[in-house]
């Protein structure tokens, strides 16, 4: 069946093939994207720029080099977004993601963007996000003096932070009133990002796509449908709660937040139910679980280089004022580079493949053949970003200084990398995240607090692993935390 299924698909010519066996073989092991990246794909992706890869039962070709990755983001007329739901229609994750602003295109995506777009790029009050972060630093302080012994699991603090943040950011809720939720939304989150399919599952999915439509004749049949359909009902209630809380008059409504704009187009007949709960869903899971790891990669690689961690420390410290704004933030070098670094070495979004040609389509200078129309085409930003040929040979180490060392060094380089294809965390060009300086902010904010209060290091016993649904970022990491002693520095006061 294998060889008539390759047969009957045909590669791109001009890039080599990754073998079906291979692919298959490491869905079978269960190992992380990044593993399978390293072992198969990097030795040859990085000689060619691109490959064929088996992948939702047919070739697709992923590219890491960086003037093809601009060209797939630059012509978004030509690499169409398609998304789960018209890759794998019956797929669980085309029936929680749905139709919604990421993977639409053309006059529904102007549409979506008019309704979303004022709300996530609105200006934002930083006091709750503070609040919720210093609360983060104590329950780790917390958690650390109840088994002074041993490394403290960072994954479920940091992702009832990222669900605060979320909540009080985009659904106007107050955090006190979805604490009763977290440990719900907690677990949901985490089982969703540990993947929504069994090792067979993905398997036999992979090479035979449309067998997810027929999920109940497999053994375990309903366990992504069972995830994601909690999660989505979960998302729904909390959502709910919005219109309660105001009915309570617990904060005052903020009009301009996301959910009320979603509301008002549902209401006003500007987009379906359908519409309204996928761009919500899309939102909330993107909102939440990329923050999420992004803090937890953060925090592993300072608590593995201490001495980086007091470098910080010591420039939030002296340079950051008490009562610090959006913009203080962005003018601390090391504290911007940091969160670059981490987004280079560790990009949520590993690999997407959720493009495809809208018409024939000459890929690249070099090649012979123009890839043919309703060709799957996808990029691998961790593939790039550890590139030696884009990054130096220092491509796979963590190392905020290659960043540069002022504020404008760096900001230049950020958008130039950008720009070229070579940075990619947030996607680039017209397509490129609409909450990106939301997150950077968001991500810096709570390594300024939690530096100012807390101290930590790396537990010896924990090794990194790797999340195993799509994201990058550690699992199950352990560090240990304590208070951070205060020493003869000119430090503003945390009240002031
Ligand atoms: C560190 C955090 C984040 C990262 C790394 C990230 C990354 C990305 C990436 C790679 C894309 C492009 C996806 C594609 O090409 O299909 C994207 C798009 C998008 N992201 Fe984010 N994201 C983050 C946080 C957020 C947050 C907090 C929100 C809002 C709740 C958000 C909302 C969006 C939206 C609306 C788009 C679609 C833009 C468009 O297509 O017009 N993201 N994000």
Known sequence: ILYALTILETPAPDY????????????????????????????????HGAVN??????????????????????????????????????????????????????????????IIKPGIQRRFDLEPAKASSAQLAESLLREQAQHPAKGVGIDHGIMEWAVRVFADSFLDLDAERVQVYFPRVVEAMDRFKDGVATRLQTLLYNIFPSLERLHWLLPSGHYGVR?????????????????????????????????????????????????????????????VENIDIVLNSALW????????????????????????????????????????????????????????????????SDTTHPLPKDTWVGWHSYGTHTDPCVWGTSAREFDPDRWGWDTVTIHNMFRGMQVKGKFFPFATHGRRCLAS??????MKLALCELLRRVEWERDEDYN????????????????????????ELNEPSLDC
Request: with cysteine.
């Open 53 to 114: 890869l088996w992948h939702a039962g047919r070739w697709v070709v992923l590219a890491t080099r960086p003037d093809l990755v601009a060209q797939i983001f630059r012509q978004d007329d030509i690499f169409i977004k398609g998304g789960n739901i018209k890759k794998i229609p019956h797929s669980t994750f085309a029936r929680i993601f749905g139709v919604n602003i990421i993977d639409s295109h053309g006059a529904l995506h102007t549409s979506f963007t008019e």
């Open 301 to 364: 690689e300072l608590g593995k280089n201490v001495a980086l961690q007091r470098r910080l420390r010591h420039e939030v410290l002296t340079k950051l004022p008490g009562n610090y704004t959006e913009s203080d933030l962005d003018e601390l070098p090391l504290l911007t580079a940091t969160v670059y670094e981490t987004l280079r070495l560790y990009p949520p979004l590993i690999n997407l493949i959720n493009r495809y040609t809208s018409e024939p389509v000459q890929f690249g």
């Open 227 to 287: 995830i994601a359909d909690r999660l989505e009902d979960l998302i729904m209630e909390l959502a709910e709660l919005t219109d309660e809380d105001h009915a309570n008059a617990t904060r005052s409504r903020d009009n301009e937040q996301v959910i009320h704009r979603l509301r008002k187009a549902y209401r006003a007949g500007s987009i379906t139910k359908y519409h309204y709960r996928c761009n919500l869903k899309q939102l909330f899971i993107a909102g």
């Open 16 to 47: 080599p093939t990754i073998p079906i066996w291979q692919t298959l073989y490491d869905h079978a092991r269960g190992i992380t994207r990044a593993e399978s990246y390293n072992t198969r794909i990097r030795p040859i992706i990085e000689r």
């Open 437 to 442: 300086k939301f997150a950077l902010t968001q």
């Open 464 to 487: 990194l692993s790797l999340v195993t649904g799509v994201l990058l970022g550690p699992r199950n990491c352990k560090l240990f935390f304590r208070e951070r002693v205060k020493k």
